[in-house]
């Protein structure tokens, strides 16, 4: 076929793209810009197919055949909650991909000159060194968000940092050296070493910096698409891998502000308790005024506007469905109910908004933090269930704390403030929260699904 409309063919994938991006950006258009983007991918792919050398179409439909297999069995067996580790998981296997076809071609072309040119060998040495810590980081990351094997929080060591400049400073220089002396020898010492950095790299993160990994990953793997595209001359995938590696690093630098933290911050996981942070006791300590459903359920009752504020602890206890039940039976009264979304609220960006669609929750009911905080003062009830950092006043009032100056919901701001909580255990920042032990707060201590439904019943028989 002409090159001429293959690569036309590729212009049209990029707009399809840049189009499904766009879409993306908001919920009610989410869905038709995902449709968009896959057009434009099977565009690519077809294209590719027929305009190019094909060694074998037998193995290519037998691969589709496998992956598509096992994409639908995940896409109908994984549970909301565990998105973020699937998410990250198959980040992993862009990286992994990328690396053997760089890896491939380096082999096929040993002994042609032509072919190993300057670009291409660059092009192969990145491809190794970014898709392979791509690879094993988003192994570490699908691990500790499932806690398989790993646990969820940083994981720290004596001279981890000095250690994984020194294995970039190798990797760099075995590519160097690659570079030089174009041999496969030389690429799978690259991959070896970088498989190493990759592991160390994501160790010391964890907890509410894990949504800023993820999406460093999926910009990494993106890039590592974009330079594989560059060592075997395809247009789409560096186009495609250009653009996955900059709205993902675009995602991580605002997931950053959200939190009031810089990138080299998060990748070294420096979130946590600081020197002179206030103890649990100090800000609990005879502060606290648990409640009963009965008791909430008579607030509710002359409450005209109630604000829900969801956080991962709605995600563990899968109450989304239960918490759109009391939305309708509120509203059923004449009571106006809206959510507060915080951008970085559960583990990865979405979140929040993925599950409350899940339960048919309108999108227009989904406000932003920076569009409801003005509003908060005039809310009657801000009922928070599973939050906490996010609506942690330390932000606004400390700016020594270790979360000093993030944007938080305004949720204390409310008239009355209902916390559903299982405990009084901290956050992912480690910090207890001094909006639990305010005036104005009732605690509500129990699983959130369990908490929701009680309080439907006791809003019911209050009838």
Known sequence: MNLSIVNFAYLVSAVLFILGLKMMAHPSTAARGNLYSAVGMLIAIVFTLWGWEILSYELILIGILIGSTIGVVLALRIKMTAMPQMVAFLHGF?????????????????????????????????????????????????GKLQEFVLRGDPIHFP???????????????????????????????????????GILVVLPVGGADMPVAICVLNSSSGLAGCATGFAIHNNALI???????????????????????????????????????????????????????????MLFEAAQRVVIVPGYGMAVSQAQHAVKELEQLLESHGVEVEYAIHPVA??????????????????????????????????DIALIIGANDVVNPMARTDPK????????????????????????????????????AAPNTLMFFADGKKAISDLIHAIKESQ
């Open 239 to 297: 186009i495609s891998g250009a653009l996955v590696g900059s709205s993902g690093m675009i995602l991580a630098d605002i997931m950053c502000k959200a939190m009031n933290r810089s990138l080299i911050s998060v990748l070294l996981g420096t979130l946590g308790p600081t020197a002179g942070s206030p103890t649990a006791d100090a800000v609990y300590d005879g502060k606290i005024k648990s409640a009963s459903p009965d008791e909430i359920a």
């Open 401 to 436: 704390s270790v979360i000093g100056g993030m944007p938080i919901i305004d949720a204390d701001k409310a008239h009355t403030v209902v916390v559903i909580k299982r405990s009084l255990s901290p956050g992912f920042a480690g910090i207890p929260n001094p909006l639990f």
């Open 159 to 197: 001279g981890q940092q000095p250690l994984n400049v020194a294995l970039l400073m190798v990797c760099v220089a075995i590519g160097a050296m690659l570079v030089l002396n174009p041999q496969p020898n030389l690429y799978w010492l690259l991959v070896a070493v970088a498989s190493v950095l």
């Open 346 to 379: 559960g583990r990865m960006p979405g979140h929040m908004n993925v599950l409350l669609a899940e339960a048919n929750v309108p999108y227009d009911k989904l406000r932003e933090m920076d569009d409801i905080n003005p509003t908060m003062g005039t809310a």
């Open 94 to 142: 862009g990286g992994a991909a990328s690396t053997l076809v760089a890896g491939s071609e380096l082999i096929r072309t040993q002994g042609d000159p032509v072919a190993l040119s300057n670009q291409f060998t660059i092009s192969v040495a990145a491809t190794g060194l970014i898709g392979t810590v791509t690879f094993w980081g988003s192994l570490v990351a699908f």
